[in-house]
């Protein structure tokens, strides 16, 4: 039987506990209905219970135990989700309509995974997978396609987790010893359980109530935790020890903030999202590719080569802006602003965790110091508003303040630095000043990759602090004033929108001013457990509310309901985040911004050193007049300092990036000797192919392993240099790209800039970036892979390698649509004015 969760009815009668003397609808028998499972079937069905009827009476209960499902499915469209179905209630008994939901995420693809249900021990339960649209019970059914039905047997006292494989009836399983009693359910706890059911179904309560459970899960890791507020690079220079369980801190103030999704960037953390007993074909393999020998080449050695990479969570973070003068002399060569702003007197103002050149970890830091030269350039008088993480030549103090946070009353000190960038443009730099912002490690860890356990007091300054500069400080004779348009960015910046939206517009301050938020990477949402937001962050109680997400606050999500307007880093990561996969939890209230037309997908420009007719660090400048000259000697000069066999009638294939799973480093590991093998076919074995990247250490080693059985051909570049990095962009045939989550992307966007032609996955900013061949040789810049399948990825490449080898004609055609293309910072500043101009007629 089933019940809907929305029945007020409470689905409990307890009688003596002695055996029922009688049949169910006897006055004296001792019946309970038993929930099983709680499964959400969409946002518009609520959620559904399964129940079984049982004896309260003693040794009446049946040994049940609990039992995740684990499936590799790649069949899903937009839409769809995996369910299974079978034998028990549990699972539906044989009704789709009541099948219990695997889900996925951007991170986990194409694995999904089921919540604990639990299953009857000691008899076999048949089931299968389903794929069903998601919220809509009656829609069409996809079943796998074998005859037959998995079969499952649990004995007493096991919790089992069940691997399995779309269409592919071998199940593998995983039993291990449940703790005495936790695999029964006792009549407390269904007293507790059955008084859910008088619960709202709202979308809302549900969703709360999940993520009460994930935030206590996530809270029990304290001692494992690492930096979530941006991941760094696993260097193998000695950069990032390994960690030691923490000490709880004695103070209130120091939180850790929590990851949403721990396995975004490590393989190592999906056993804390219980991944880690997954067969090798779903990306958990002790193994990291089908390449790696018993013996790494040179008795496992770990030079390093490049510059070095503590710190940094993205090689963006080392790359070299141009001056000033260098960018107005390259844009005299393009095409300028397509749109005249109507608003360029309203001050703009920057708030950001990073910014270079003086604090960079990666993008982040890139994109702001490109915000501060862009906004400036257009016309806006513009502040720039980061943390003071040590002391910068040439700042002055400017003025302080004095701020309520955490409980208590918190003096900042600010400082300034004004840089001219011509024309009588140029923007205020101000630094924030306390003492709990500047560190001897990194920006958000220390030298061991701890992350700080003050961050959330660090960065609720910084935006407080962020509030009061345009009022406070006289810049330049005067202050900037109360109408101004706050550019915050990512989570570290969340608490401008709350602030500005509780605790200035509530007292007439800031009536006219707007802030968008920019979201760079909504894995990263400033999550915290157990804190007294009303209290910490000196708000009132819907404020609170606002910020609060299971019994975690989120900073994200508060920036997201109380932004004026919502920015991504990409149009399609605008659409990605909308998804529960590509939402991490947030999806409802980045739709909701959506609804009210107050979302908008901005592709991030390149800076004006990528541009190889000025490019210093390449062997031969070139432009798109003479580029197949320039190709041919950049190439023979890459492969000369590489140590490859020097041969321009090869296809040289690049790959720059971390050495994680989500770069796709796994896949092109399996693709090596299929690159290299000569089957015949005039493509295949007609390879060089070179890979630079720092990161995980099995992939370390699987590159140091491919260089040494392929010498000559392979060169696996463990470590990272800027000059490599723009050699490879000037001297490469192909760029490979295969990211499985990539909310915007630089290198393909430098790599057709240069002439390199990007294969890449169709995700986030890759999608918006490139132009597919299907397209046609008179727009295409380079290939699209759909999906993440080996055999697809397989012939995708296989044509973007034929196509130099066999028809260089058409190639060339490509790399000119390829060069001709405009990723540079003025268009994408188009879009960004006409969101200013939009907001502020709001």
């Known amino acids: 039987s089933s019940v809907s969760a929305t029945s007020s009815r409470r689905w409990a009668r307890a009688g003596p506990a002695s055996p029922p003397r009688a049949s169910l609808g006897s006055a004296r028998a001792a019946w309970q209905w038993t929930p099983l499972c709680e499964a959400s079937v969409g946002p518009t069905h609520g959620t559904s219970w399964r129940f079984r009827l049982r004896a309260l009476g003693a040794g009446m209960v049946h040994d049940r135990a609990p039992v995740t499902f684990f499936i590799e499915c790649q069949k899903t469209k937009l839409g769809e989700s995996v369910y299974?179905?079978?034998?028990?209630?549990?699972?539906?008994?044989?009704?789709?309509?009541?099948?219990?939901?695997?889900?996925?995420?951007?991170?986990?693809?194409?694995?999904?995974q089921s919540e604990r249900i639990s299953l009857p021990a000691g008899r076999v339960i048949e089931f299968k997978f389903v794929i069903l649209e998601q919220g809509c019970a009656a829609s069409m059914v996809t079943w796998e396609s074998f005859h037959g039905n998995r079969k499952l047997e649990i004995a007493p006292g096991m919790v089992l987790t069940v691997n399995c494989t779309w269409d592919d009836m071998r199940t593998a399983s995983t039993a291990t010893q449940c703790p005495p009693e936790s695999h029964r359910v006792e009549p407390q706890s269904?007293?507790?359980?059955?008084?859910?059911?008088?619960?709202?179904?709202?979308?809302?309560?549900?969703?709360?109530?999940?993520?009460e459970v994930l935030c206590n899960t996530i809270a029990e890791r304290e001692p494992m935790r690492r930096n979530f507020s941006q991941t760094l690079l696993r260097v193998q220079d000695g950069g990032a020890p390994e960690l030691s369980p923490l000490a709880p801190d004695p103070d209130g103030l120091h939180v850790t903030q929590t990851p949403l999704v721990d396995a975004l960037f490590a393989d190592e953390d999906a056993d804390l999202l219980g991944l880690g007993g997954l067969p090798a074909a779903m990306g958990s393999s002790a193994e990291p590719c089908g390449f790696m020998p018993a013996s790494p080449l040179g008795n496992g050695s770990t030079e390093i080569r490049?510059?070095?990479?503590?710190?940094?969570?993205?090689?963006?973070?080392?790359?070299?802006?141009?001056?000033?003068?260098v960018k107005a002399e390259a844009r005299k060569r393009r095409r300028g602003a397509q749109y005249t702003p109507f608003n360029t007197d309203v001050p703009v103002v920057i708030v950001s965790s990073e910014i270079a050149p003086w604090s960079k970890s990666g993008g982040l830091g890139l994109v702001a110091a490109s915000y501060s030269y862009e906004f400036a350039r257009n016309g806006h008088r513009t502040m720039a508003?980061?943390?003071?993480?040590?002391?910068?030549?040439?700042?002055?103090?400017?003025?302080?303040?004095?701020?309520?946070?955490?409980?208590?009353?918190?003096?900042v000190r600010y400082w300034h630095l004004y840089k001219d960038f011509g024309d009588g443009t140029g923007c205020d730099y101000v630094f924030v000043d306390h003492p709990c912002i500047e560190r001897g490690g990194g920006l958000y860890n220390g030298a061991d990759g701890r992350e700080y356990g003050d961050n959330l007091l660090r960065f609720t300054i910084l935006s407080a602090a962020a509030m009061e500069a345009p009022l406070v400080l006289s810049i330049g004779g005067f202050p900037y004033g109360d109408k101004v348009v706050f550019l915050a960015n990512d989570w570290q910046s969340g608490l401008v929108p709350l602030y500005l939206c509780y605790k200035y517009r509530r007292h007439n301050c800031y009536m006219q001013a707007r802030c968008m938020y920019v979201i760079h990477n909504l894995g990263y949402q400033g999550q915290y457990p157990h804190v007294n937001a009303t209290e910490f962050f000196c708000v009132d109680a819907q404020a609170a509310h606002d910020l609060k997400l299971g019994q975690c606050v989120n900073l994200c999500k508060g920036a997201l309901i109380c932004a004026d307007r919502?920015?991504?880093?990409?149009?399609?990561?605008?659409?990605?985040?909308?998804?529960?996969?590509?939402?991490?939890?947030?999806?409802?209230?980045v739709r909701g911004k959506a609804h009210g037309l107050r979302l908008s997908g901005i592709l991030n420009g390149i800076d004006d050193c990528w541009d190889p007719e000025t490019d210093a660090k390449i062997h031969r400048k070139f432009s798109i007049e003479d580029f197949e000259q320039g190709k041919r000697a950049n190439k023979a000069e890459l492969q000369r300092m590489l140590g490859l066999h020097q041969d321009e009638h090869v296809v040289l294939i690049g790959f720059v990036g971390r050495l994680t799973w989500q770069k796709g480093v796994d896949v092109i590991a399996d693709l090596i000797d299929w690159l290299m093998k000569d089957t015949g076919n005039g493509v295949n074995g007609k390879v060089q192919l070179i890979m630079m990247g720092n990161g995980e250490d099995k992939y370390a080693q699987a590159l140091r392993w491919a260089e040494g059985a392929f010498r000559g051909r392979v060169c696996g570049y463990v470590g990272f240099d800027p000059k490599v990095e723009h050699q490879m962009m000037a001297g490469c045939d192909l760029f490979l790209m295969p990211s499985r989550y990539e909310p915007c992307g630089l290198p393909q966007m430098y790599s057709?800039?240069?002439?390199?032609?990007?294969?890449?996955?169709?995700?986030?900013?890759?999608?918006?970036?490139?132009?597919?061949?299907?397209?046609?040789?008179?727009?295409?810049?380079?290939?699209?892979?759909?999906?993440?399948?080996?055999?697809?990825?397989?012939?995708?490449?296989?044509?973007?390698?034929?196509?130099?080898?066999?028809?260089?004609?058409?190639?060339?055609?490509?790399?000119?649509?390829?060069m001709s293309a405009d990723f540079y910072w003025p268009q994408a500043m188009d879009q960004y004015e006409q969101n200013i101009d939009y907001t502020l007629y709001d």
């Open 306 to 325: 490049g510059v070095s990479l503590q710190h940094v969570s993205s090689f963006s973070a080392l790359t070299e802006m141009a001056p000033a003068e």
């Open 752 to 818: 057709q800039a240069y002439g390199s032609i990007p294969v890449v996955h169709a995700t986030g900013g890759l999608k918006d970036s490139v132009k597919d061949i299907s397209l046609g040789l008179d727009s295409a810049t380079g290939f699209l892979i759909p999906y993440m399948a080996i055999d697809k990825i397989k012939g995708v490449l296989y044509a973007a390698m034929e196509m130099p080898l066999k028809r260089p004609g058409d190639f060339r055609r490509l790399q000119r649509n390829a």
């Open 385 to 411: 508003i980061s943390p003071k993480y040590q002391h910068y030549d040439g700042i002055a103090y400017v003025g302080e303040s004095r701020l309520r946070v955490a409980g208590g009353e918190h003096h």
């Open 566 to 589: 919502v920015l991504t880093v990409s149009p399609n990561y605008a659409y990605e985040v909308q998804t529960p996969e590509g939402g991490f939890g947030l999806d409802n209230f």
């Open 190 to 211: 269904l007293v507790k359980e059955s008084g859910k059911l008088s619960r709202t179904s709202s979308g809302a309560a549900i969703f709360n109530e999940q993520m």
């Open 84 to 112: 299974v179905v079978g034998s028990d209630d549990a699972l539906g008994g044989w009704s789709c309509k009541h099948a219990a939901p695997l889900s996925t995420n951007a991170a986990t693809f194409p694995i999904w």
